[in-house]
């Protein structure tokens, strides 16, 4: 059974920058595309990167395409979220979440059934 656990959150200014870190154990991580959702209070959860087994392909979600990379390390069992300019608006609950590979990478949060607990994200000046 996989395990995620979620580190790097906290509070920062409009502007700056944060790294989230998963760690995924318990499992054949190369075997599963690794993804990062949100939850802000009172919306759905949200894709917001993801990326295939191999670290080839990602999958982007809205605006954060310009803002935020998402890396693997399949040796390590890590995954991070480099997130950079956050707003206001970035504001959240941030999961990464493991899926069993498909054909095409997806950033669905239906299509993935293992996930962490959750790290806070709050940007405000």
């Known amino acids: 059974q996989l395990k995620l656990v979620e580190s790097g959150g906290g509070l920062v200014q409009p502007g700056e920058s944060l790294r989230l870190s998963c760690i995924v154990a318990?499992?054949?991580?190369?075997?599963?595309?690794i993804g990062w959702f949100r939850q802000a209070p009172g919306k759905e959860r949200e894709g917001v990167a993801c990326?295939?087994?191999?670290?080839?392909?990602?999958k982007y979600v809205g605006s954060v395409n310009t803002r935020f990379i998402i890396t693997r390390d399949n040796y390590r069992g890590t995954v991070l979220l480099q997130m950079t300019a956050l707003q206001p608006e970035d504001t959240a609950v941030y999961y990464c979440a493991a899926a069993e590979s498909h054909a095409a990478i997806t950033c669905a949060p239906s299509d993935y059934g293992y996930w962490g607990q959750g790290t806070q994200v709050t940007v405000s000046s």
């Open positions: 318990g499992g054949t991580v190369d075997h599963h595309d």
């Open positions: 990326v295939s087994r191999n670290g080839i392909d990602t």
